[in-house]
């Protein structure tokens, strides 16, 4: 089994850590998520920044020069941003925008229209939700006709699982992570977004499990394996992800 790891954060104290919505992460450098995940076979992965690095870029650059070529980020940028910058941190191993709905510290969804188009155009990046999916309706048809997105975290919430599974279908994709803080049967979800559409899903450990209810477990893993047959697991596991950052 090879896993690429589609999400998780890195959190270094030598950078800018914003305290949100009352909340202040543990450290989790880069040698914590080797250590953790050294049994894994994590052949490669995706660091995602959270709501508590806003807009601070330098972290995400250090890490990912420490995790390697196999490895790359999603940031969040303000709208401002140049088109250097953007090129500048494509180079440097980020591959994707992310709209930080549920917690904030990114732009909002206002700018979610032309924010994702410019930096798929000029970067081929594709842009990240991180939004409980009973929101959905109302931006449902600025999504569809957007170039490449991806929802974090199952859309949140057995409320939300309908509006998902409807723009899984015209082709986003969507995040098999955060298994413990989530708000919806993790099984049915997982079952009827892969039926949707095969190339959806793409797991994601979501260490070091910032504010979750119940921090992620091996058996997060072994759940896929149990309900997915091989080739599919690898999929959801591997693959997905893979073709999904790596264009």
């Known amino acids: 089994m090879r896993i690429f790891d589609a999400h998780f954060h890195i959190i270094d104290f030598d950078f800018p850590i914003i305290e949100n919505q009352g909340y202040t992460p543990p450290s989790y450098v880069v040698a914590d998520y080797q250590d953790e995940t050294t049994d894994w076979n994590v052949v490669g992965g995706v ?4 709501s508590f690095q806003g807009f601070d870029q330098e972290y995400l650059l250090k890490a990912l020069k420490q995790m390697g070529p196999a490895f790359c980020g999603v940031t969040q940028l303000p709208f401002t941003v140049t088109d250097d910058e953007i090129i500048s941190l494509h180079n440097n ?48 048809s600025t ?9 974090d975290h199952l ?34 979800a997982l079952k009827s977004i892969y039926k949707t559409n095969p190339d ?48």
């Open 143 to 151: 999504i569809e006709k957007l170039p490449a997105i991806s929802i």
């Open 47 to 50: 660091i995602v920044s959270g």
């Open 155 to 188: 859309g949140l919430s057995e409320e939300g699982l309908t509006h998902l599974l409807k723009l899984v279908d015209k082709g986003i994709h969507v995040k098999a992570t955060g298994f413990g803080r989530v708000e919806l049967n993790v099984e049915n």
């Open 200 to 247: 959806a899903l793409m797991f994601g450990t979501d260490l070091p499990s910032t504010r979750a209810k119940r921090p992620f477990e091996y058996e997060d893993i072994e759940l896929i394996q149990q309900l997915f047959d091989e080739k599919a697991a690898d999929k959801i596991l591997y693959t997905n992800a893979l073709k999904w950052y790596f264009k």
């Open 93 to 140: 191993g980020v591959r994707a925008l992310r709209f930080n709905i549920k917690r904030g510290g990114s732009e909002d969804l206002s700018k979610l229209d032309y924010f994702a188009r410019r930096v798929h155009d000029l970067a081929g990046w594709h842009s990240e939700l991180y939004i409980d999916a009973k929101e959905l309706p109302e931006i449902a």
